[in-house]
C-alpha cells in the first residue's frame, strides 16, 4: 500500500479508495484465467449477457459437482461442508489483512488458522463423539483423545491465547486486537453454521441438500426475473436486487422445493439419521420413518371452520387427496418461505460488509459469481434456520442417543445401567418385577 494511502486510512478511520493498489478491490478485481478466456470466447455479446453466460455455466457445474459429492454419501457432505467454511474463513481473513495492512503484523495468519483448528477439533469432535461414540470406542489409540477432548480443546484454545499475547507489538496494539476480533466474529459465523449444518447431515441428509438446494434456485431465479423483468429497485445495499426478482424467486422457491422435497423422501437414504451398526460394523441409514415422512390424507388447514357447507371446497379437498401428501410438505413450504424471504438478508448482510470496505467481491475463487463466501453467505442463515426448526418441530426423543452413551460404558457399568434401569421399570408397573 502506498504511503499517500496509508495516510488517508489514518486520517479517515477507513480503507483507502477502491483504485488504491493495497485495497482489496484492486488485487481481487482481475479475474482468473478461466473467466479470461470465457470472456475472450463471448466477446462478440455486450457484458451484460457476457457476465449471464459466465454465471450460467458455473451455475451448473456447480449443481453438478454438487450432485456428485451427495452421491458419494453424508460423509463426502460433512467434507465438503468444512471444505467451503476454510474456504470462506480464507477470504474473510484475506480482507482483514489487506485492509489494516497487516503484512507487518507477526503471526496474524498463522493464529487465525490456529484458532481455527481449534474451534474445528472442538465442535466437529463433539459431533463425532456423540454420533459415533460406539464406533469410536473400539479404537483403542482414540480412547485418550475420546476422554480428553474437551480438555485438549481448551488447551488448543489457551496456547493460541498465549501465542498472541507474545506476538503482540507496541505500535500495533490496536490493530492486533482489533483483527483478534475480526477472526473470532469470523469463527462465530463459520464455525456455528458449519457445525449446525453437520449436525443436519446426521439427523438425514435432506435437511442439509434441501435447504441448500432452496437458497440455490432463490439465487438462481431472482436473477433470471430480476434480469428480464427487473424494473423496481429492491434495497439500496445491493442495486442489482429488484422486487421482480425477490417475488419470482420466492414463488419460484416453493414450487421447486415441494417438487424436490417430494422426490427425495421417497428414498431411506436420504430422510433417516446417519447410525453406527455395531453387527454390521457399517454406517446405515435404515429406520422406522419419522411420521412426517409417511404419507397421510389431504386436509385442508381449517376447512372444517371454513365453508362447511360448502360442496366446491369438498371437492376441491377431495381433489388434493388424491395426490400423495406428506406432513414433511408443510414443513418444506415453512422452510422454502424462510429462504426466499429472510435468508436473502444474509446476501443483504455480505453486500453491506463489502461496500463498508470498498470491495465488489470477497475474491474471484467462482468465475461470474465471485468468491465462495459470495455464494454461500445465505446458507450460513439458513443452516442455522434449518437446525432450529428441526429440533423445535420435527425432532423426537429416540433412545438411539441414550443406547450410544450406556454402549460406550465397560461391560460391568453397563449391567449396573440394566438392573438399575429393570428395577426402576418394575416400580412404575411398566414391568413384571423379578
Given at each position: 500500500m502506498?504511503?499517500?494511502s496509508?495516510?488517508?486510512?489514518?486520517?479517515?478511520?477507513?480503507?483507502p479508495s477502491s483504485?488504491?493498489?493495497?485495497?482489496p478491490a484492486?488485487?481481487?478485481s482481475t479475474p482468473e484465467e478461466?473467466?479470461?478466456?470465457l470472456?475472450?470466447l463471448l466477446a462478440?455479446?455486450?457484458p451484460?449477457?457476457q457476465?449471464?453466460?459466465?454465471r450460467t455455466?458455473?451455475?451448473?457445474v456447480?449443481?453438478?459437482?454438487?450432485s456428485l459429492?451427495?452421491y458419494l454419501g453424508?460423509?463426502?457432505?460433512?467434507?465438503?461442508i468444512?471444505?467451503?467454511q476454510?474456504?470462506c474463513?480464507k477470504?474473510?481473513?484475506g480482507?482483514?489483512?489487506a485492509?489494516?495492512?497487516s503484512h507487518?503484523l507477526?503471526w496474524?495468519r498463522?493464529?487465525?488458522?490456529f484458532?481455527?483448528?481449534a474451534s474445528?477439533y472442538f465442535?466437529?469432535?463433539?459431533s463425532?463423539?456423540?454420533?459415533f461414540?460406539i464406533?469410536?470406542?473400539?479404537k483403542?489409540f482414540l480412547?485418550?483423545l475420546l476422554t480428553?477432548h474437551?480438555?485438549?480443546?481448551f488447551?488448543?484454545?489457551?496456547?493460541?491465547?498465549v501465542?498472541?499475547?507474545v506476538s503482540?507489538?507496541k505500535k500495533?496494539y490496536?490493530k492486533?486486537?482489533t483483527l483478534?476480533g475480526?477472526?473470532h466474529v469470523t469463527?462465530?459465523f463459520l464455525?456455528t453454521?458449519s457445525h449446525?449444518?453437520?449436525?443436519n447431515?446426521?439427523?438425514?441428509?435432506?435437511?442439509?441438500?434441501?435447504p441448500?438446494?432452496?437458497?440455490?434456485?432463490n439465487?438462481?431465479m431472482?436473477?433470471v426475473?430480476g434480469f428480464?423483468f427487473?424494473?423496481?429497485p429492491?434495497?439500496?445495499?445491493?442495486?442489482?436486487?429488484?422486487?421482480?426478482?425477490f417475488l419470482?424467486?420466492?414463488f419460484s422457491t416453493?414450487v421447486?422445493?415441494?417438487?424436490l422435497g417430494?422426490?427425495l423422501?421417497?428414498?431411506?437414504?436420504m430422510v433417516?439419521?446417519?447410525e453406527?451398526?455395531e453387527?454390521?460394523?457399517?454406517?446405515?441409514t435404515?429406520?422406522s420413518?419419522?411420521?412426517?415422512f409417511?404419507p397421510?390424507?389431504?386436509r385442508?388447514?381449517?376447512a372444517e371452520?371454513?365453508m362447511?357447507?360448502s360442496?366446491t371446497l369438498l371437492?376441491f379437498?377431495?381433489l388434493?387427496?388424491?395426490i400423495p401428501w406428506?406432513?414433511?410438505?408443510w414443513?418444506t413450504?415453512?422452510?422454502?418461505s424462510?429462504?426466499?424471504?429472510?435468508?436473502p438478508f444474509?446476501?443483504?448482510?455480505a453486500?453491506?460488509?463489502?461496500r463498508?470496505f470498498?470491495i465488489?467481491?470477497?475474491?474471484n475463487?467462482?468465475p461470474?459469481?465471485?468468491?465462495?463466501?459470495?455464494?454461500f453467505?445465505?446458507?450460513?442463515?439458513?443452516?442455522i434456520f434449518?437446525y432450529?426448526?428441526?429440533?423445535?418441530?420435527?425432532?423426537?426423543?429416540?433412545?438411539?442417543?441414550?443406547?450410544r452413551?450406556?454402549?460406550?460404558?465397560?461391560?460391568?457399568?453397563?449391567?449396573?445401567?440394566?438392573e438399575?434401569?429393570?428395577?426402576?421399570?418394575?416400580k412404575r408397573?411398566?414391568?413384571?418385577?423379578?
Amino acid at each position: 500500500m502506498s504511503d499517500k494511502s496509508a495516510s488517508n486510512l489514518k486520517a479517515n478511520g477507513r480503507p483507502p479508495s477502491s483504485n488504491a493498489p493495497g485495497n482489496p478491490a484492486a488485487t481481487q478485481s482481475t479475474p482468473e484465467e478461466s473467466s479470461n478466456i470465457l470472456q475472450r470466447l463471448l466477446a462478440p455479446l455486450s457484458p451484460r449477457w457476457q457476465n449471464w453466460v459466465i454465471r450460467t455455466i458455473m451455475s451448473f457445474v456447480m449443481i453438478s459437482s454438487f450432485s456428485l459429492i451427495i452421491y458419494l454419501g453424508p460423509l463426502a457432505i460433512v467434507g465438503l461442508i468444512l471444505l467451503l467454511q476454510m474456504l470462506c474463513f480464507k477470504e474473510i481473513i484475506g480482507i482483514g489483512h489487506a485492509i489494516y495492512r497487516s503484512h507487518d503484523l507477526p503471526w496474524f495468519r498463522v493464529l487465525s488458522w490456529f484458532f481455527l483448528f481449534a474451534s474445528n477439533y472442538f465442535f466437529f469432535g463433539e459431533s463425532m463423539i456423540d454420533q459415533f461414540r460406539i464406533l469410536l470406542h473400539r479404537k483403542q489409540f482414540l480412547e485418550p483423545l475420546l476422554t480428553y477432548h474437551r480438555l485438549i480443546s481448551f488447551s488448543l484454545y489457551c496456547g493460541g491465547i498465549v501465542g498472541f499475547v507474545v506476538s503482540l507489538v507496541k505500535k500495533h496494539y490496536l490493530k492486533q486486537f482489533t483483527l483478534f476480533g475480526w477472526t473470532h466474529v469470523t469463527l462465530l459465523f463459520l464455525i456455528t453454521s458449519s457445525h449446525l449444518m453437520i449436525r443436519n447431515v446426521f439427523d438425514g441428509v435432506i435437511w442439509v441438500i434441501l435447504p441448500c438446494a432452496m437458497i440455490i434456485c432463490n439465487d438462481m431465479m431472482a436473477y433470471v426475473f430480476g434480469f428480464f423483468f427487473g424494473r423496481t429497485p429492491l434495497i439500496k445495499l445491493s442495486p442489482k436486487k429488484t422486487w421482480e426478482g425477490f417475488l419470482g424467486g420466492g414463488f419460484s422457491t416453493i414450487v421447486f422445493s415441494l417438487l424436490l422435497g417430494h422426490c427425495l423422501i421417497q428414498f431411506d437414504s436420504m430422510v433417516c439419521p446417519i447410525e453406527y451398526d455395531e453387527l454390521g460394523n457399517t454406517l446405515n441409514t435404515n429406520c422406522s420413518r419419522h411420521p412426517v415422512f409417511q404419507p397421510v390424507q389431504f386436509r385442508l388447514p381449517f376447512a372444517e371452520f371454513l365453508m362447511e357447507d360448502s360442496s366446491t371446497l369438498l371437492g376441491f379437498e377431495a381433489l388434493l387427496s388424491s395426490i400423495p401428501w406428506y406432513q414433511f410438505h408443510w414443513h418444506t413450504i415453512c422452510m422454502a418461505s424462510f429462504a426466499s424471504i429472510v435468508a436473502p438478508f444474509g446476501g443483504f448482510f455480505a453486500s453491506g460488509f463489502k461496500r463498508a470496505f470498498k470491495i465488489k467481491d470477497f475474491s474471484n475463487t467462482i468465475p461470474g459469481h465471485g468468491g465462495v463466501m459470495d455464494r454461500f453467505d445465505c446458507q450460513i442463515i439458513m443452516g442455522i434456520f434449518v437446525y432450529v426448526y428441526f429440533h423445535t418441530f420435527i425432532m423426537v426423543t429416540s433412545p438411539h442417543h441414550l443406547l450410544r452413551q450406556v454402549y460406550s460404558l465397560r461391560p460391568s457399568d453397563q449391567l449396573k445401567f440394566y438392573e438399575a434401569l429393570t428395577e426402576g421399570l418394575a416400580k412404575r408397573g411398566i414391568v413384571p418385577a423379578v
